[in-house]
């Protein structure tokens, strides 16, 4: 009986720091994760702002020699 209820204390110490190890794998899974989201976003908010910075320089004729539309003056508007 006393061997059996030892032998139970044993086995439940042993699944409840499989279960913290668990865990602490997890919690360091998602650390990287939101790191990685992280530095994601970073990166597309610096090429969005670099984005808006180029075209900050631009005019609207260069915007419409991209485009594969008539370029309008405002003379043409109803043509």
Do not use: W
Not at 18 to 30: A, D, G, H, V
Request: hydrophobic share 35%; with cysteine; charged share 30%.
């Amino acid at each position: 009986m006393v061997t059996e209820k030892k032998n139970q204390l044993e086995f439940l110490e042993g699944m409840i720091k499989e279960l913290e190890e668990k865990y602490r794998i997890e919690l360091r899974k998602k650390a990287i994760l939101k790191s990685q989201c992280d530095q994601a976003y970073l990166r597309g908010v610096s090429a969005i702002s670099m984005e808006a910075l180029k075209m900050s320089h631009s005019t609207l004729s260069d915007y419409y020699k991209g485009m594969k539309m008539p370029n309008y003056d405002g003379q043409n508007i109803f043509a």
